[in-house]
């Protein structure tokens, strides 16, 4: 049976006899023997000492990729390294905390510089514990040298990959160490992995999330929905940015934002070739109402009447929407961020409000409904129909209340063929509008005809919710589109040579 791990080395004999468990070959072997290029799913662990570029070490890394197999460090980590000034800017936010953690850390030498050696994210000092960590989630590689120096506040001078044949031989140990808890956590192949497992997917969520757009159970049904097609998923947190090189691709299960860690490792994923549901720029369109207030207008889409508001305009969202008016901040979500103000007063202290967060607002005219439909749209077609009810004695869906709590209104789910085709219409549009994701469309039926009031690009996909219809078919829909894509990205790459 073929190997699932490989670890690459300039001196294979002595890493063999350190790591016997695993199988160790030359670089050289690795480019040459024909062997380790038909051997699907293999993940290449790159531990030679010369990575610059066309050096043998960097054609690994590179033949890796054109594979099809996973490799860390990847040919993109080693191009950042390779010039200061590609990788200074990723380093800036970093540096901040450097000077109140080597507060009381060991002292520059004589020239005000000091080494840390950080394999797999961990660091010999514990209070570079953290920054170690993101620097390899930044550049994923098993080992980084990395040269502080100190001029009025500590910098990071120098960020480099090197091989085994760098350590110090009191480094060893701590590596070793290091490479078996890296290897534990997902490195080694799963005992019971199957060869019709064919992909690795990646599920991220957040355990304490109190919304989350889908619940424990759901997260199971995608779970053994993609083992019936090949695909071994598994739950990750943000804590694993850094080992997303690990995996064919991602799934984000977890309420996404623009300026936090969702976006972060969408579009980490994105460059990295994954197949990503939610990509990038549906995270970035889809967050923003502004953006799709306007989206939906060059689209031909109804919305609620609506304005962008500066400070200063409330006369005119007074005048052209009157009352009762919502207003909403640009990247709200699960109904945070959203007021209706019902006359004047409420309209200036609501917006003062809102506007201590935010330059724009977003003002909508009321439109009152017992439910809103939520068109759930995936690759363009449609594959769930719910009517989401309002929160019993309030306005909206969900009540966030003063004390915490969070009010919600009952769900149901229809076939297809019961909602009514205006409906599934603006929802299929409105979602091919923004890209070929996964989107959850909330439609309002009126009297005056059918309003898109906004896409989700992360819907809620709940046990005993949305998948009231399908069951178990709606998770087995969403794990063949990313069974399809990644035929599709198989198929399309060019055969190693």
Same mark, same amino acid.
């Given at each position: 049976?073929?190997?699932?791990?490989?670890?690459?080395?300039?001196?294979?004999?002595?890493?063999?006899?350190?790591?016997?468990?695993?199988?160790?070959?030359?670089?050289?072997?690795?480019?040459?023997?024909?062997?380790?290029?038909?051997?699907?799913?293999?993940?290449?662990?790159?531990?030679?000492?010369?990575?610059?570029?066309?050096?043998?070490?960097?054609?690994?890394?590179?033949?890796?990729?054109?594979?099809?197999?996973?490799?860390?460090?990847?040919?993109?980590?080693?191009?950042?390294?390779?010039?200061?000034?590609?990788?200074?800017?990723?380093?800036?936010?970093?540096?901040?905390?450097?000077?109140?953690?080597?507060?009381?850390?060991?002292?520059?030498?004589?020239?005000?510089? &000091?080494?840390?050696?950080?394999?797999?994210?961990?660091?010999?000092?514990?209070?570079?514990?953290?920054?170690?960590?993101?620097?390899?989630?930044?550049?994923?590689?098993?080992?980084?040298?990395?040269? &502080?120096?100190?001029?009025?506040?500590?910098?990071?001078?120098?960020?480099?990959?090197?091989?085994?044949?760098? &350590?110090?031989?009191?480094?060893?140990?701590?590596? &070793?160490?290091?490479?078996?808890?890296?290897?534990?956590?997902?490195?080694?192949?799963?005992?019971?992995?199957? +060869?019709?497992?064919?992909?690795?997917?990646?599920?991220?969520?957040?355990? !304490?999330?109190?919304?989350?757009?889908?619940?424990?159970?759901?997260?199971?049904?995608?779970?053994?929905?993609?083992?019936?097609?090949?695909?071994?998923?598994?739950?990750?947190?943000?804590?694993?940015?850094?080992?997303?090189?690990?995996?064919?691709?991602?799934?984000?299960?977890?309420?996404?934002?623009?300026?936090?860690?969702?976006?972060?490792?969408?579009?980490?994923?994105?460059? +990295?070739?994954?197949?990503?549901?939610?990509?990038?720029?549906?995270?970035?369109?889809?967050?923003?109402?502004?953006?799709?207030?306007?989206?939906?207008?060059? +689209?031909?889409?109804?919305?609620?009447?609506?304005?962008?508001?500066?400070?200063?305009?409330?006369?005119?969202?007074?005048?052209?929407?009157?009352?009762?008016?919502?207003?909403?901040?640009?990247?709200?979500?699960?109904?945070?961020?959203?007021?209706?103000?019902?006359?004047?007063?409420?309209?200036?202290?609501?917006?003062?409000?809102?506007?201590?967060?935010?330059?724009?607002?977003?003002?909508?005219?009321?439109?009152?409904?017992?439910?809103?439909?939520?068109?759930?749209?995936?690759?363009?077609?449609?594959?769930?129909?719910?009517?989401?009810?309002?929160?019993?004695?309030?306005?909206?869906?969900?009540?966030?209340?003063?004390?915490?709590?969070?009010?919600?209104?009952?769900?149901?789910?229809?076939?297809? !063929?019961?909602?009514?085709?205006?409906?599934?219409?603006?929802?299929?549009?409105?979602?091919?509008?923004?890209?070929?994701?996964?989107?959850?469309?909330?439609?309002?039926?009126?009297? !005056?005809?059918?309003?898109?009031?906004?896409?989700?690009?992360?819907?809620?996909?709940?046990?005993?919710? +949305?998948?009231?219809?399908?069951?178990?078919?709606?998770?087995?829909?969403?794990?063949?589109?990313?069974?399809?894509?990644?035929?599709?990205?198989?198929?399309?790459?060019?055969?190693?040579?």
């Amino acid at each position: 049976m073929s190997p699932r791990l490989v670890l690459l080395a300039d001196d294979p004999a002595r890493v063999s006899r350190e790591i016997p468990q695993h199988t160790v070959i030359g670089v050289r072997e690795y480019l040459s023997d024909g062997r380790w290029s038909r051997i699907r799913g293999l993940r290449v662990l790159n531990l030679c000492h010369n990575t610059q570029y066309r050096s043998p070490g960097y054609y690994a890394s590179l033949l890796a990729e054109a594979r099809g197999q996973r490799v860390l460090p990847s040919v993109r980590t080693l191009q950042d390294l390779s010039r200061k000034r590609l990788y200074a800017t990723d380093v800036e936010a970093l540096e901040r905390s450097l000077d109140q953690a080597l507060e009381n850390g060991p002292q520059a030498d004589p020239r005000g510089r &000091l080494e840390l050696m950080v394999f797999f994210g961990e660091a010999q000092l514990e209070q570079l514990r953290s920054l170690s960590r993101s620097l390899f989630e930044a550049f994923p590689a098993p080992i980084l040298r990395v040269q &502080l120096k100190r001029n009025g506040t500590w910098q990071i001078d120098s960020i480099r990959t090197v091989g085994l044949r760098s &350590l110090e031989s009191d480094d060893r140990p701590r590596f &070793l160490a290091a490479l078996g808890r890296h290897l534990g956590r997902r490195w080694a192949p799963p005992r019971d992995r199957g +060869e019709s497992l064919r992909y690795d997917l990646a599920i991220l969520h957040d355990p !304490e999330e109190a919304l989350a757009p889908s619940n424990h159970r759901a997260l199971n049904r995608f779970i053994r929905a993609g083992r019936e097609l090949g695909i071994e998923a598994e739950l990750i947190t943000r804590k694993d940015l850094g080992r997303l090189g690990e995996y064919d691709a991602l799934f984000i299960r977890e309420t996404t934002a623009v300026n936090h860690h969702t976006y972060l490792f969408a579009r980490t994923a994105a460059s +990295e070739g994954l197949v990503v549901i939610d990509d990038p720029d549906s995270i970035l369109r889809c967050t923003n109402k502004i953006f799709l207030k306007e989206l939906m207008e060059r +689209e031909g889409i109804p919305t609620p009447p609506s304005l962008i508001l500066t400070g200063g305009e409330l006369d005119r969202a007074e005048s052209e929407l009157g009352y009762p008016v919502v207003l909403k901040v640009p990247d709200g979500s699960f109904s945070r961020g959203v007021v209706k103000a019902a006359d004047r007063a409420e309209l200036e202290e609501k917006s003062a409000a809102l506007f201590q967060e935010t330059e724009l607002l977003l003002a909508q005219a009321f439109v009152p409904t017992r439910f809103d439909w939520r068109i759930g749209v995936l690759a363009g077609e449609p594959l769930f129909a719910c009517r989401y009810h309002m929160s019993r004695g309030h306005w909206q869906i969900l009540d966030h209340q003063a004390s915490g709590g969070v009010g919600e209104g009952d769900v149901d789910t229809l076939p297809l !063929e019961e909602v009514p085709p205006a409906v599934l219409e603006a929802g299929v549009r409105a979602a091919r509008a923004l890209g070929d994701g996964l989107y959850g469309v909330d439609v309002k039926e009126t009297e !005056e005809g059918v309003m898109v009031i906004e896409v989700n690009d992360n819907p809620n996909i709940d046990a005993g919710d +949305e998948d009231q219809v399908l069951g178990k078919e709606l998770y087995l829909r969403v794990m063949r589109e990313f069974s399809a894509r990644l035929d599709k990205r198989t198929q399309g790459k060019p055969a190693a040579g």
